[in-house]
């Protein structure tokens, strides 16, 4: 077999894994600033590549190593390299994302995702490092006051202990008064989750008369069986990013075997990275939740002249996505951080023909 041949893992198809110098030959790395620190961050890098289906995005955070970085390669040739199936919808409902800011930064934030009146849904990022429960319930607060309308989540990332999260997230659900949509990642790991569903239960935690609904997230992405959730009743919902589950049809498969409704979000993409977001979203057979695909809103600038952010609450599925010449020279990492950003890519395509070849690396 030839070594960059594989059975595409997920599909029934074969492919071509494309060698690293062809995918290196039209590769562009770059440092985007953020508008506010998200995610202990306060710029995005990313290596973008073109290939004979479009653009793909290789962006895996700094500190993933080669066999988690693998997914995110596998994501970004996905869209250079393969075509998908047509979409069911085009117009995608779109979350704002609130970042772990005070409440004075609160509007500030909101006006980035359109009219505030349009916003469907707002996450809010809770349990930051430094920050009190009752740094949340003042940003929560604000957003309510706001942004009446909008549905409202709160993502821990994990942050909390099952202790913490049962009366953070019954204070939380109270102020909301009945717009609460759902708890995304509360707990780290797939049975603290499920042990949590049943302390909330057992608790009488609701929201409009419902019990609370929990979202996985790392439980997914970041779990070698990201079915497990499911499986154990662990959550309500789960959300799935293209980059770290490998791609738009991986996604999708995940999302019939899990059973569960699915919320599309990013992983912090450029808008070449978010038009794959789109593409998976515009495939899924249902889509009850808003999603959150309006993350260009947090970029300070982006590669592309007319980045993809939200308008009434919506995106609509774009055409081609093509990163702007001039923008990808200004925004170019150092002369070192490209040839670190290369050395990534080696790695993890060299993980990734391992796995498509069905070896150990």
């Known amino acids: 077999m030839d070594p960059h041949t594989a059975r595409s893992l997920g599909n029934r198809e074969t492919w071509q894994l494309p060698a690293v110098e062809e995918i290196l030959a039209q590769a562009h790395v770059v440092s985007l600033p953020l508008r506010t620190r998200f995610r202990g961050q306060t710029r995005r890098e990313a290596m973008l590549f073109r290939g004979p289906a479009g653009w793909g995005e290789f962006a895996p955070f700094p500190e993933y190593a080669a066999g988690e970085s693998a997914a995110w390669l596998r994501a970004g040739l996905e869209a250079g390299w393969q075509d998908l199936s047509a979409p069911l919808r085009r117009r995608i409902p779109i979350n704002a994302t609130m970042p772990a800011v005070s409440p004075g930064q609160v509007e500030s934030v909101l006006a980035r995702f359109g009219a505030v009146e349009s916003i469907p849904a707002v996450k809010i990022k809770v349990a930051e490092p430094g920050q009190t429960l009752q740094d949340d319930v003042a940003r929560f607060r604000e957003v309510r006051r706001l942004a009446p309308q909008a549905g409202l989540r709160a993502d821990a990332n994990g942050g909390w202990s099952i202790a913490e999260a049962v009366p953070a997230l019954e204070r939380l659900a109270e102020i909301s008064d009945g717009n609460f949509e759902y ?16 302390a909330l239960a057992a608790a009488g935690i609701s929201s409009a008369g419902a019990p609370l609904r929990i979202a996985a997230d790392e439980a997914v992405r970041k779990a070698e069986d990201p079915l497990r959730v499911a499986r154990l009743g662990a959550a309500d919902l789960i959300v799935v990013k293209v980059p770290p589950l490998g791609g738009v049809r991986r996604a999708l498969q995940i999302v019939e075997q899990a059973g ?10 450029t808008s070449v990275g978010l038009a794959a977001g789109l593409a998976l979203a515009a495939r899924l057979p249902s889509l009850p939740y808003a999603c959150g695909l309006g993350t260009a809103a947090l970029f300070e600038h982006d590669v592309v002249d007319a980045p993809l952010l939200p308008t009434a609450g919506e995106l609509v599925l774009p055409g081609a996505v093509e990163p702007s010449a001039a923008l990808l020279e200004l925004h170019r990492v150092e002369a070192d951080r490209e040839q670190w950003w290369v050395q990534r890519l080696r790695d993890a395509h060299q993980v990734l023909a391992a796995e498509l070849l069905g070896l150990r690396a």
Do not use: I, T
């Not at 569960?260 to 993409?269: E, F, I, K, R, T």
């Open 183 to 198: 708890a995304e990642q509360p707990v780290a790991g797939v049975e603290p989750l499920a042990q949590l569903r049943e």
């Open 260 to 269: 569960l409704d699915a919320v599309v979000s990013s992983a912090l993409d």
